[in-house]
């Protein structure tokens, strides 16, 4: 049991095993050289709408004792739900102690978390079926087929356990078997690997003796680009061959082509009974031809009408067959699988729909196509109505392009940017329907993937459903507890809301609950000064916050950089004092030089652009040139810009040094006392890496337009020291 899903597998991730039908040999690709394109195909709705799932409740399980090793591999298994190796072990397990209770709970939460694997829905079925219950086993088949309606295997099984189960002698199996293999052609019937299905279905017709329903088939698999594309056609004409026209085609077609042949027939008649009438002998008459018989020369002509309709709806298949050739020869894992895919893989599904989707912008600016014909055409040729209401009706490209989409999500359902491209294709068509995407991806596949979840709550709350984007974002933060950016993204979503306070207590709550984390409480007390000070406009409770920060991390230089600049953008007259004793403060914490000389300059510049007092202003230089004395020659030399700008950059954004060193002067240079005034309201975080903004200070910046002393700017203003 753990091989399957796990091991080497064929078409559709199953073990090779005897299938319900032989399966003939894959075909050529088709000639590469072909008059005909744009061959039509069967328009049909979709099968049953992969979604949520929930498993029967067992009937009359016998708990008894479980196996000795099975709570053992449970555990192990759910301790590391992401093991998969550890779930086919439960299994494997389960199903070498034959205990149906035990394998019932293990194929129970191993199928919530990888529905995908078909085949183990049919060892669920096959458990339950061998255990007597027959209408419980249907239902695990129809739970599968919800989750993966694409899966031709699971419904092949799904019709051999009804034609298993059910008596047909009674008047409702044949139908009730009818309408299933209606629901599979029309949920898989346009899957590239879909023959089997579409054979089976010919097959069973011929078994009840409804060889028109057998030839209507043939009619519509004759228009699916399949693998098997040209056998379909050898089994129609043979079809056609064995049985009179009258048995095997619709009455409206055989009334129309029988019609048409014999009129040619009496006029090939007529004109040859002229020949003979000029060659007989006179007296004898022309010999009697009985009346309403239909001669096997009548039934030929028949059947030469019927293949010449056909060769071209032939032609036109192969020719879209082998447009796709190509694509589906390069995907060589068209099934779920917990191994990682290589690139190759992966680029050729992208291939895939990129060139499906560039069809299907090419048919609806074809303004020869005409739906409403084509849909005519088909209906002459499938005397059975589509059960498709108007609601469920999609464009004929459009439908092929969700199948593939479908398909590929099958074989990546691991990877989010898959299910991403579904649903931006998706949503201009149909909010729901990417909002029922969404809700698979982040509900059943990518559970541990916390960035699709993001976007989802980012298209609710786009869409307008707040409650909805709230509701993800909280389950997000519970099932994946300590992600920041969850926790900012919920503070970010009621601040947009109009709910501060809500966003204020988020907040708070995330710098209470990381106190033992002097790093991540630094981080959640600056987002929360930041929103208090910007947004609330309450400098005092900002402040608070900050400098109960630095009580925990005194030597933070993120802190000491925001709460200067907090300080910085009030009053500057009413400031002058607290900027000096934040600039002290951090002077006398366990910084390094860079940043002590960095807040010490900006200090003076605060004071020199807005002291009402030049001592003051010479009071804080005098420090400001004691703090470069103390540090020594190397920033000495910083001062008089002597020293190699890259040196300087290093604890900053090296990339934006970089640009700034390659740009050309561009402005003559001009002696300049002081560098710009900063921004107000400028992050200071950044100056330490949150956002790169500390390189606006740095001295190759200013080089290009004049600023060549960086620390020491004023030495030119004031007398030294």
């Known amino acids: 049991m753990a091989a399957e899903g796990c091991g080497e597998m064929s078409g559709n991730g199953e073990l090779e095993e005897s299938s319900a039908m032989d399966v003939p040999e894959v075909p050529p690709p088709p000639p590469p050289e072909m008059s005909e394109e744009n061959g039509s195909e069967a328009v049909a709705p979709a099968g049953p709408a992969p979604a949520s799932f929930l498993i029967p409740s067992a009937i009359g399980d016998e708990e008894g004792e479980l196996p000795a090793d099975f709570e053992h591999l449970w555990k192990s298994a759910h301790d590391n739900p992401q093991d998969f190796t550890s779930w086919t072990d439960l299994l494997q397990y389960c199903e070498q102690e034959s205990h149906i209770t035990a394998s019932r709970r293990a194929l129970e939460a191993f199928l919530i978390r990888y529905p995908l694997c078909y085949g183990y829905w049919k060892k669920f079925a096959d458990l339950e079926r061998r255990a007597g219950y027959n209408d419980r086993a249907e239902e695990v088949c129809i739970q599968g087929l919800r989750v993966i309606p694409l899966s031709v295997d699971l419904w092949i099984h799904y019709i051999n356990l009804l034609l298993g189960t059910l008596d047909m002698n009674l008047a409702e199996s044949p139908k009730r078997i009818r309408s299933v293999f209606e629901d599979a052609v029309l949920a898989a019937g346009l899957d590239f690997h879909s023959d089997r299905l579409w054979d089976l279905y010919v097959e069973w017709e011929k078994e009840q003796g409804n060889m028109k329903n057998a030839a209507a088939v043939l009619d519509r698999v004759l228009r699916v680009p399949t693998q098997l594309y040209n056998t379909h056609y050898d089994k129609f004409k043979e079809h056609l061959n064995n049985h009179p026209p009258k048995e095997v085609l619709c009455s409206e077609e055989y009334e129309e082509l029988r019609a048409f042949c014999r009129q040619s027939q009496k006029a090939e008649r007529a004109e040859q009974a002229h020949e003979e009438e000029e060659e007989r002998p006179p007296g004898e008459e022309e010999p009697a031809t009985p009346e309403g018989t239909d001669s096997e020369e009548l039934m030929q002509k028949i059947r030469k009408q019927v293949l010449l309709c056909r060769d071209k709806v032939y032609q036109d298949n192969e020719g879209e067959v082998r447009k796709r050739w190509h694509f589906e020869d390069a995907i060589k894992r068209p099934y779920f699988h917990v191994k990682p895919l290589d690139r190759l893989q992966l680029r050729a599904w992208h291939s895939y729909l990129d060139w499906e989707i560039a069809e299907l912008n090419r048919d609806t600016k074809d303004p020869t ?70 809700k698979r991806a982040c509900d059943v596949h990518l559970t541990n993937k916390p960035n699709i979840h993001m976007q989802w709550a980012t298209f609710e709350e786009r869409h307008g459903d707040l409650n909805e984007g709230r509701r993800i974002l909280i389950a997000l933060e519970k099932s994946m507890p300590g992600l920041a950016i969850v926790r900012l993204r919920r503070v970010a979503l009621e601040r947009r809301a109009g709910q501060l306070e809500t966003s204020v207590v988020l907040l708070r709550e995330a710098v209470d609950e990381s106190k033992e984390k002097p790093t991540l409480h630094a981080f959640y007390s600056i987002k929360l000064a930041r ?173 290009s337009y004049g600023y060549q002393n960086t620390w020491n700017y004023n030495q030119g203003y004031y007398p030294p020291s």
């Not at 109505?385 to 074989?411: G, K, M």
């Not at 400098?547 to 910085?568: F, T, V």
């Not at 002597?642 to 740009?663: F, G, I, M, R, Y």
């Open 369 to 438: 196509q005409d739906p409403k014909q084509e849909a005519t055409e088909e209906s002459e040729v499938t005397p059975q109505p589509q059960p498709a209401s108007e609601e469920a009706v999609v464009t004929h490209s459009d439908y092929r392009v969700r199948i593939l989409f479908e398909r590929c999500l099958i074989a990546c359902a691991l990877y989010e940017e898959f299910w991403t491209r579904y649903i931006q294709y998706l949503e201009p068509q149909s909010v729901d329907e990417a909002r029922a995407v969404y």
């Open 531 to 703: 929103l208090l000070q910007k947004v609330g406009r309450n400098l005092s409770e900002a402040r608070r916050v900050l400098q109960e920060a630095l009580e925990i991390s005194p030597d933070n230089d993120k802190l000491h950089l925001n709460l200067l600049e907090l300080e910085m953008s009030g009053d500057p007259w009413a400031s002058a004092e607290a900027v000096q004793e934040c600039v002290t403060r951090a002077l006398a914490a366990s910084l390094t030089s860079h940043t002590k000389i960095l807040l010490s300059q900006r200090g003076l510049q605060f004071a020199e652009e807005y002291s009402n007092s030049i001592k003051s202003v010479l009071s804080v230089y005098d420090v400001h040139q004691k703090l470069l004395n103390e540090l020594g020659g190397s920033k000495r030399g910083a001062e008089n810009g002597d020293e190699d700008a890259e040196k300087l950059s290093k604890s900053d954004d090296d990339s934006a040094v970089a640009v700034a060193a390659q740009v050309p002067p561009t402005i003559p240079h001009v002696p300049i006392t002081t560098p710009p005034p900063p921004i107000v309201g400028t992050d200071m975080s950044a100056q330490a890496g949150y956002g790169a903004y500390s390189s606006w200070y740095q001295q190759p910046q200013y080089g």
